[in-house]
Nanobody, 119 residues
Framework: QVQLQESGPGLVKPSQTLSLTCTVSGGSITTNYYYWTWIRQPPGKGLEWMGTISYDGSTYYSPSLKSHTSISRDTSKNQFSLQLSSVTPEDTAVYYC???????????WGQGTQVTVSS
């Protein structure tokens, strides 16, 4: 059973960089044809796909976030990470990491972590 756990600060100041890490257990982030994704849900809104890193390290980003989003991985720690730069209060959301055999269908989810952008 694959398990994912998000970690990172719950409060970020405007204009700073939001950094989150997803630690994976019960499976490898290099497993062939598996995708590892970041998703967020702002208060009162729906889920938003942010970007994905694939089993081979390729990255894919939402066009609306691409200019200030970066997803990377550390295969030695079986982790993948999200960096969102120049954040504004509109980036306040619950952030989830998820995985699946595609970039948009997820078999496994983390529990989510609340990130608030505020001075």
């Amino acid at each position: 059973q694959v398990q994912l756990q998000e970690s990172g600060p719950g409060l970020v100041k405007p204009s700073q960089t939001l950094s989150l890490t997803c630690t994976v257990s019960g499976g490898s982030i290099t497993t062939n044809y598996y995708y590892w994704t970041w998703i967020r849900q702002p208060p009162g809104k729906g889920l938003e796909w942010m970007g994905t890193i694939s089993y081979d390290g390729s990255t894919y980003y939402s066009p609306s976030l691409k200019s200030h989003t970066s997803i990377s991985r550390d295969t030695s720690k079986n982790q993948f990470s999200l960096q969102l730069s120049s954040v504004t209060p509109e980036d306040t959301a619950v952030y989830y990491c998820a995985s699946g055999a595609t970039m948009t269908y997820f078999n496994y989810w983390g529990q989510g972590t609340q990130v608030t952008v505020s001075s």
